[in-house]
């Protein structure tokens, strides 16, 4: 992955990741939710968004020293790692909030069948 599309990829994970928790702190009380998972993900969040702040103060200094360089190296496993964890706590949040939205649907419908 190039340098340029691991960060366009990391913004709009984020920005995708930030939507999701915004969905879960507005509906968490409507839904009775479990504000773990909201925790969670913001934390993965916070982990990406610092991974790629890490990856983008290295990456200027790697063009003048060695040392740098080994430390770009060691900053772009960990902005890929940070990602990669992002992403999947992105897919078990949705989920997650597909099955309870999908619940309380169902259980209105149930609610509202004539007897």
């Known amino acids: ?37 909201e ?15 890490m990856y983008l103060s290295a990456l200027p200094h790697a063009r003048k020293s ?10 772009t496993r960990h902005c890929r790692r940070t990602i990669e964890h992002l992403r999947r706590r992105v897919r078990q949040s949705i989920a997650y909030l597909s099955r309870v939205i999908g619940e309380q649907q169902l259980i209105r419908g149930v609610d509202n069948v004539p007897l």
């Open 66 to 75: 060695p040392l740098a360089r080994k430390y770009l190296a060691e900053t």
């Open 39 to 53: 925790a969670l993900l913001r934390a993965s969040i916070a982990g990406a968004s610092y991974g790629r702040n």
């Open 1 to 37: 992955m190039k340098t340029h599309a691991l960060l366009e990829d990391s913004d709009r994970l984020i920005a995708l990741a930030e939507s999701v928790a915004t969905v879960f702190s507005e509906k968490h009380h409507e839904l009775n939710m479990n504000t773990e998972i």
